[in-house]
């Protein structure tokens, strides 16, 4: 379907921009002309409109991953310090069945000039090592998972192993006088326990780069090397908002944009296809989740059922870009420069920031099935992912340990709307 001219006209020239606060934060080696614009398939979405590359993510200088360097991008996310991980994380360290504090080397790394995101198993193979679920932990217990293509993975216990993966963002808060506040680039870096609420100081490393409505944002990636069931690569953005508005009915106030979410749901070599010739692990998933909002999510506009799993044929195979629109009035969710998700619902109107991060799904949810695992407390740790399968299974992990599940990105950059 195409998108609706007349309408993204209007947003163009309504933007609220703010520009003056931008330079534009760039690394890596010069590159032509025509990547300093974004090229879309629909014209209407550059008709008139300038857009100003504000941030350069270029992965060919690794110099983007150093926090601590003047050109550094981005933060690794380790759930432990930084204020804003507490809304994700369940335990210190820990989200759902993945690990985020230890091998960031071995998670997300730069080679031959991209970046790899991929996770890390530790497990006996390591000298000494030990899991954190081991002795009396909840997820010392063996299980067989329910869905008969999960429990051909093999028995699962969190106590023989830890799943590592990477999770890189922009932003980050810290706890001053029981305030939430930004962490700054030149914060002094000191432990939890020396920051008690003093000023210039922070126990985690930021970029402190945030975004607003109009500009749009384009990642550069490369599925091919994904094997490993349900472990998830995801493309997003949450509000960089420190009173905690956000989530509270108005989309206004911040909600989670999840420019996608990806991940296989079939071993590509049983990869069978769909009456429409489109492969099961051929999905994109692309919204808004708003919480208490109405509607809770996003109804894409662009299609009569409202549907935001798009298939996306041929994802799996070599580089595409994906990227995200917001306006003042609306998101468009594109894939290779072609519009696929339309809301106009669910638009934030708050400072945000950029993540992207690979995450580990169980299958479980609350209810369960005859063929779906059930939550149990920190038993089974609940996270259904997109398709319902298990990453934690001995098949997966091994998949993982040989290196057979690679996410490869080549750029992040992002373009402010000037006119």
Known sequence: MSIRVALMKNDMRNLFVAISAFSVLAVGGAFGEEARQPVFSDPSLGSGVEYRLVFDSDFSNSAVLDAESKAGLWRHEDMASSGNSSQHRQSKGRRHAAWYDRYRDQTAFIRDGVLVQRG????SDQPDFVSRDAGDADRNHAYVD????????????????????????????????????????????VSKRELRGREGFADTRS?????????????????????????????????????????????????????????????????????????????????????????????????????????SPGINRGWHRVGLLWTRDRLTWLIDGVAVVQDSKLVPQVPMYLIVSREANTGASRGGGSTVLKADGDKIPRDAGLLGRNVATPENRDLIKAGRDEVLVRSVRAWQITQ
């Not at 009915?249 to 749901?265: A, V």
Request: charge should be negative.
């Open 120 to 123: 890390f198993v530790a497990d």
């Open 146 to 189: 329910p869905d008969p293509s999960d429990a051909e993975g093999g028995e699962v216990n969190f106590a023989d192993f830890e799943l590592h993966t990477s999770w890189i963002d922009t932003f980050a808060v810290k706890e001053m006088n029981g305030e939430r506040v930004p962490v700054q680039r030149d914060d002094v870096l």
């Open 207 to 311: 970029p402190n780069i945030t975004f607003r409505p109009g500009t749009y944002f384009e990642i550069e990636v490369n599925f091919e090397g994904m094997e490993a069931l349900a472990h998830r690569h995801s493309f997003w953005l949450m509000p960089a908002t420190a009173d905690r508005v956000a989530y509270d009915g108005d989309p206004g106030n911040g909600l989670e944009i999840d420019i996608y979410e990806h991940e296989l749901s079939v071993r590509r070599e049983g990869a069978v296809t769909l009456d429409n010739d489109h492969q099961k692990n051929e999905f994109m998933l692309m919204k808004c989740i708003g919480g208490s909002t109405n509607p809770p999510t996003t109804f894409n506009e662009l299609r009569d059922d409202g549907e935001t799993l798009i298939q």
